[in-house]
């Protein structure tokens, strides 16, 4: 039961790096997107939902890369 476990909690958190990793390289929730174009039904609503997840993820971590380099929102204080 604990090697179980243990082999379900690895699955997920590759599956979390490797969302993460799409959302971030992959132009946001395009590749998700893409993927419900594809498919129909259920798949189509459950991918539109990952896609905006993925484009929050991805807006976020823009932000905070910007924030680190000392990039102001586009105003030029001279």
């Known amino acids: 039961m604990c090697d179980f476990l243990k082999r379900v909690g690895c699955l997920t958190m590759i599956c979390l790096v490797l969302f993460v990793g799409i959302a971030?390289?992959?132009k946001g929730g395009e590749k998700f997107r893409w993927l419900g174009k594809k498919t129909g039904g259920i798949v189509r609503q459950g991918?539109?939902?990952?896609?905006e997840t993925a484009?929050?993820?991805?807006d976020l971590m823009l932000k905070k890369f910007k924030g680190l380099?000392?990039?102001?929102?586009?105003?030029?204080?001279?």
């Open 55 to 58: 484009d929050d993820i991805r």
């Open 69 to 78: 380099a000392g990039e102001k929102d586009g105003k030029d204080e001279e």
């Open 47 to 51: 991918s539109e939902k990952l896609a």
């Open 24 to 26: 971030i390289w992959g």
